[in-house]
């Protein structure tokens, strides 16, 4: 994610916050201000905050180690105003895997609660009135500290195991129906219901926090995106690279001029180019690098193209391209047979080959 302040690493993991997050403890402290707080209360409801971050980083290091104890690597962990997203390279696709993967998260917050309560009195509050006991939670202290943080985690793994697909609920949900129903169905049904959901949220959020927007469409867009990923992964099962690679392609040499390189795209629908020398790749003129330069006549491909480039071979999976392309933001490899060059594969090409295996519409 753009713009984000990088924090610090734990077990490889960057933990790192976004920009927007800037925006949460303004709100926090501008409402601080509004209730007729001065800068020491202000002060004060932002250290809460980012304990209670810490919170949620320690939920979010939850997934990440249980995923990594399936061979599943996290790049990164984000903290946006709404809460963590650890940024898994795949997602586990075992049933009982992603079950663990779901919920080591809100048991992290658990555990912290448990923690917390063997020095929280329980007692001497059980006999106050409500009014009394949010008072006592303003103030300041260690005491009210305790109490705060211990039902900030009870409220974060309850929110967090509300079945609202994807969030951590809604994974449970899919892994268990997973089970019984098989990955697809199962994601169908939950993300389904993960949008409902969503809408209710939406609703409560205009009437009451606009946080609950924020998390309505992340939980929205989220459903929609994972169940169309579940559903190609479904439909690529099995299929490789020589099945849907491009193999009427235009070869550029690396002493080409960017003249030539225009003329051969305004010529054909090729947006990136294989540069051959000798029979051997040579590097990958990318389209974006096309655009760049094409004011410059000239100059030279082999001044331009890229020469650190993965080259993918005929018998690779797509869905492993599939992965390259998430993980690598590059949509264009140069694929071989034997180490010598047969063609490219792109995401265009991928989302044909998707089109003509999906079922046709009833
Ligand atoms: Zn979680």
Redesign the pocket.
Known sequence: MKGALHLGTISGIKIEIHWTFSFLIIWVVFLDIQKGGNINSALLNVLLILILFLCVVL??LG?ALTAKRFGIGTRKITLLPIGGVALLDKMPEKPGQELLV?LA??AVNVVIAILLSLFIPFKSYFGMDPSRLEGFLNTTGFQSLLLFLFIANIMLAVF?MIPAFP??GGRVFRALLSFKLGRVKATEIASGLGQILAILFFMLGVLFNPFLILIALFIFVGAYGENQMVKQQSILEGHIVKEAMLTKITFLHPSNTMEEVVNTVLASTEKDFVILENNKIAGVLYQKDIIKNAHNPSILIKDVMQTKIRTVDVSLTITTILEYIRNEKNTFFPVTSKNEVVGAIDMTNISEFIVFKSEPYK
Do not use: I, S
């Open positions: 939920h979010e997934h779901a998260g809100p967090n969030m951590d």
